[in-house]
């Protein structure tokens, strides 16, 4: 559902790259509180996983092919601010290196796509899960019906974008093209529902701490330790498997794509007339103001390396290589800032519980200067002083908070010494 340059017109694009620039700096932020040493490297996998199951285009309708979008999918793994970034990313990638939707559309496709999709995904999987068992099939039907919902959105997303930004006068009205948008769009998204049911379920039997929408509980139906999961113990038997996973779905099954237009380039012909290479020869349609893409002679446009026939599973297999580098690099960027912030936090905190103490100096040395003060004023043969009504021998009713701390004491030679020393 890649929406191709001029479609939209020029405000309306940079509006929408406006508003998706300001949310997705929100995701950021939001994301610092979640990425931990765990969820970064989860993180970059589901954006190259999302990336290669686009390439596979699954017929729905006679001429009509649908993909992953994978909003759901990616919320219900690492969270939705995180998710809302992991589907950015692979949106990056396909626009800057791919060619596939439009730069100037690249706004417009991240609203639609990795905003309300997985914003709309998350909301429905988190309702669900409240009415579900939380079981193997709870969190499949959840993932299942938050797919559904969300495809279905965020392709209405786009006819808002063309109410709003369209400058074809169309042979169809608005009403049409969103109850064509929405019927192809309802299928496409039963194929996703069971993608995503598949993916989910089977992290949350082996790993359901990795799985964001459980919060770290484990299934119900789990009263120990989930099988597989001494397989799995660490984080890097998984991300090697489902690296392993998402390469071969790349580079072997993208072969087997369909090679019929998606849902939204079938819905914007609507109207028109094609001939066998699909060039409009008459009619009046949304796809009349397509432009070519800026970078479509590209090494890598349209998912093939120039000049090298059947590359496409090559293709991808870089374009999986570097989503996950990507997104990876991303996301120890925002954990670490997470760290840096915790740091901060805890030298803040601890200052607050410091009395006499100046904000980041060291506690050892308020104690030693707290006690080189003391050593001072004492004589250097003057033993302490006791408390008042305290025998000798009696122990002091408050214990000395410098008794273990070593006394810098005054040297007594020279011109210090006592006279007629």
Not at 43 to 53: H, K
Not at 240 to 265: E, K, Q
Not at 305 to 322: E, F, P, Q, R, Y
Not at 394 to 403: G, L
Request: include cysteine; aromatic fraction near 6%; hydrophobic fraction near 45%.
């Amino acid at each position: 559902m890649h929406i191709s340059n001029g479609i939209i017109d020029g405000p309306v694009s940079l509006f929408y790259g406006a508003i998706a620039m300001g949310l997705l700096a929100l995701c950021l932020y939001r994301a610092r509180q979640d990425l931990s040493d765990r969820l970064a490297p989860m993180a970059g996998l589901v954006a190259a996983f999302i990336f290669a199951a686009q390439m596979i285009n699954f017929p729905v309708l006679p001429g009509v092919s649908g993909h992953l979008l994978g909003g759901a999918l990616a919320a219900t793994l690492v969270g939705p601010w995180v998710g809302a970034l992991c589907v950015s990313v692979v949106l990056l990638v396909q626009a800057l290196i791919f060619a596939d939707g439009g730069v100037s559309a690249l706004g417009l496709n991240i609203a639609n796509m990795a905003l309300l999709g997985t914003a709309v995904g998350y909301l429905v999987v988190v309702g669900l899960m409240k009415l579900l068992p939380r079981t193997a099939f709870g969190v499949g039907a959840a993932v299942f019906g938050g797919s559904v919902v969300s495809v279905v959105l965020a392709s209405q997303g786009f006819v808002l974008q063309y109410f709003l930004g369209g400058d074809v006068d169309l042979i169809v009205g608005y009403g049409q093209i969103s109850a064509t948008m929405a019927g192809v769009h309802s299928l496409i998204g039963i194929g996703e529902g069971a993608i995503a049911a598949i993916t989910v379920t089977a992290v949350a039997r082996v790993r359901p701490d990795l799985v964001y929408a459980l919060h770290g509980r484990r299934l119900a139906t789990e009263a120990t330790e989930p099988a597989g999961s001494a397989t799995f113990r660490g984080i890097k038997p998984l991300i090697a498997v489902g690296a392993l996973i998402t390469l071969a779905i790349a580079g072997g099954l993208s072969y087997f794509a369909s090679s019929a237009p998606d849902g939204l380039d079938a819905t914007t012909l609507k109207g028109c007339t094609v001939d066998t290479d699909g060039n409009i020869t008459g009619g009046s349609c949304v796809a009349q103001r397509a432009q070519d893409h800026e970078l479509g002679s590209g090494f890598l446009a349209d998912y093939g390396i120039k000049g090298l026939d059947s590359s496409t599973g090559l293709a991808g297999v870089i374009g999986v290589a570097l989503t996950f580098a990507i997104g990876l690099i991303i996301f120890w960027i925002i954990r670490d800032r997470r760290r840096a912030d915790r740091r901060r936090a805890d030298r803040r905190r601890a200052d607050r519980h410091r009395p006499g103490q100046r904000p980041g100096e060291p506690v050892h040395a308020t104690i030693n200067a707290g006690r080189l003060n003391q050593g001072l004023n004492q004589g250097p043969n003057q033993a302490p002083s006791q408390a008042p009504n305290q025998g000798p021998s009696q122990a002091p009713s408050h214990p000395d908070p410098w008794a273990n701390v070593a006394v810098p004491r005054r040297r007594t030679s020279g011109s210090d010494a006592p006279r007629g020393a």
